[in-house]
């Protein structure tokens, strides 16, 4: 037996049984489901953001308590590494064995051969900062959560209520402290005075900049959007709506980034605030995805999703490396999902390297790792760039050799302390995209007019189970269950401009269906096609059965 503090652990544990009946996984954003189910998970990962500090010799992990977009009954848990990014994939496994351990004596034997075959050393300190969201099961699951980091003997320290992206910058404020990456003060302060400080350099000397609604999906993103503002004084009017954080039943109903994306349409609540020309935006539960949207002098609404954020702010750091001088020596790629509409990737690809991944904003951050500057962004508003080491060293260090060049490099280094770069946020993506409207003299009309979108449509089948759904190549392709792939492809070959693809959800009990062709009424119908097929050959829920 290593040297576990069993008797601590084995105590605490008891209060925090796991309920027989559910199988818990650590998915696309962490443990997600019922927030009156999620006791047990929380104190498990309380000890698990202990091993995890341990086995980083002490740095800092975070912990948020979220479910982000999901309905409010909804809570669920994610793990920040010390550099403030997602937990390393390789431990989710890890994660999802110890949440289902049934008994407390079946956990402590599976926590002992964790640390054992991880070689942690039980020796070292171990720190968890944690944070939560503004939904009502929170405080009792942060309870449950501190009971697990007081059982591993770590250090805590409370966050309070704030946003996802608010959570990772501490994580790498906190473990950059007193060395030469600092990242900032370690404090909700120091996160909006970094920002505002930035923006308010970036858009010195710009035409002034007309408000901006704030769709805050009656989330936490309310209490950092009035704050921001504080801040941001007139150099931008923000203004929040959507802002009741404590009205039962309303975080992310009929408001927000999500509902926005998935039902292209205006949250109703906006109908009265927004006038034609005027643009807007949409935060979601935790402020970590952005939606951006206007209305045309007819008043029609206009959508500009993560795919039209990652084409305009492309566009200005490569232009802006290129005014530096430094175009040479930094290179700009974009990372996208299978939910990037086919007009975005055709526009970006004719201009710059782009890299499908699987859906999950730690996929693609990985894999925008591998560029000088990595834009990613995710179709429904999930993303942030960022510049690698040696991008920002040569930043740094380089000497301009015109008053051009100076000004275009003091705006790259105002731009990469505007982006919060451990993570997608909503409320720093949203200051990048006002940076560059401002630079660029750009209306939302005008920025929509970078390409023109395929009409497209995203459904979710409810089936039996959605575990036996297989994808390859990016979430493209199904291949499993057997034979189902072939008869999607049946169908897009009688769409014209037809793709379509099916995958199982990580974050909801349901499998998701996209499908875009060049006609609104033919993605529509392909859509409901696909749909129709996946819940007929795999047995969904008759009341679920897709029109
Ligand atoms: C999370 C992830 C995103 C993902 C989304 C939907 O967002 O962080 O990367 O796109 O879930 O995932 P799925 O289709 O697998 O349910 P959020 O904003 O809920 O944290």
Not at 218 to 242: F, H, M, R, S, W
Not at 306 to 312: M, P
Request: net charge negative; charged share 25%.
């Amino acid at each position: 037996m290593s040297d576990l503090p069993v008797h601590a652990i084995r105590t605490l544990s008891d209060q925090h049984p796991k309920p027989s009946h559910i199988h818990f996984q650590y998915g696309t954003a962490g443990f997600r489901t019922k927030g009156d189910t999620l006791d047990s998970v929380m104190f498990r990962v309380g000890i698990l953001a202990g091993l995890r500090s341990k086995k980083w010799d002490g740095k800092t992990i975070g912990v948020m308590v979220t479910a982000s977009h999901n309905p409010e009954p909804d809570n669920g848990v994610k793990l920040v590494d010390p550099r403030g990014e997602m937990l390393e994939t390789s431990w989710e496994a890890h994660a999802t064995a110890l949440a289902n351990a049934q008994s407390t004596d079946e956990f402590i034997a599976a926590l002992d051969t964790f640390t054992t075959t991880m070689k942690i050393d039980l020796s070292k300190p171990a720190k968890v900062v944690y944070a939560r969201d503004t939904r009502p099961s929170g405080p009792a699951l942060v309870a449950a959560l501190e009971d697990g980091i007081k059982a591993i003997g770590a250090e805590e320290r409370d966050a309070g209520v704030t946003t996802t992206p608010v959570l990772h910058y501490l994580v790498r404020a906190i473990n950059t402290k007193g060395t030469k990456e600092e990242y900032g003060d370690d404090s909700e302060e120091g996160y909006l005075r970094k920002l505002s400080t930035a923006f308010n350099k970036l858009v010195a000397g710009k035409p002034s900049i007309p408000p901006l609604v704030v769709d805050c999906a009656n989330g936490v993103g309310a209490k950092l959007a009035k704050e921001l503002a504080e801040y941001l004084g007139d150099t931008l009017q923000l203004i929040p709506v959507n802002t009741s954080t404590t009205t039962p039943g309303a975080l992310n109903n009929a408001c927000g980034a999500d509902f926005v994306k998935t039902q292209q349409t205006l949250p109703p609540s906006l109908t009265s605030v927004l006038k034609p020309g005027q643009r807007a935006c949409s935060l979601d539960g935790d402020a970590d995805r952005l939606m951006y949207y206007y209305l045309d002098d007819r008043g029609q609404f206009h959508m500009l999703d993560g795919d039209k954020i990652a084409a305009l702010s492309a566009a200005f750091i490569g232009e802006l490396t290129k005014s530096a001088g430094l175009d040479s020596q930094i290179k700009v790629g974009i990372v996208q999902t299978a939910y990037a509409n086919g007009g975005s990737t055709k526009y970006l690809s004719e201009r710059l390297p782009v890299k499908c991944v699987p859906t999950g904003v730690k996929h693609l951050h990985h894999a925008a790792e591998k560029f000088d500057v990595g834009v990613y962004f995710e179709a429904n508003g999930h993303g942030t760039v960022i510049f690698s080491p040696q991008s920002l060293e040569i930043i740094s260090a380089y000497q301009p050799s015109t008053p051009a060049q100076s000004t275009a490099l003091n705006h790259l280094i105002n731009l990469t302390e505007v982006i919060n770069q451990t993570v997608g946020d909503a409320l720093s993506d949203m200051l990048m995209v006002e940076a560059v409207l401002a630079h660029k003299s750009y209306s939302g009309e005008e920025w929509d007019s970078l390409y023109v979108d395929l009409p497209n449509r995203l459904v979710k089948v409810v089936v039996a189970d959605r575990n036996i759904f297989k994808t390859e190549d990016a979430e493209r392709r199904l291949v499993s269950p057997p034979g189902i792939q072939a008869k999607i492809d049946e169908l897009v070959r009688r769409y014209e401009g037809g793709r379509a693809f099916v995958r199982p959800s990580g974050t909801e009990d349901v499998v998701r269906v996209y499908a875009e062709a060049t006609v609104r009424t033919q993605a529509d119908e392909l859509a409901y096609r696909v749909a129709g097929l996946v819940y007929d050959e795999t047995g969904g829920h008759p009341a679920h059965r897709p029109l």
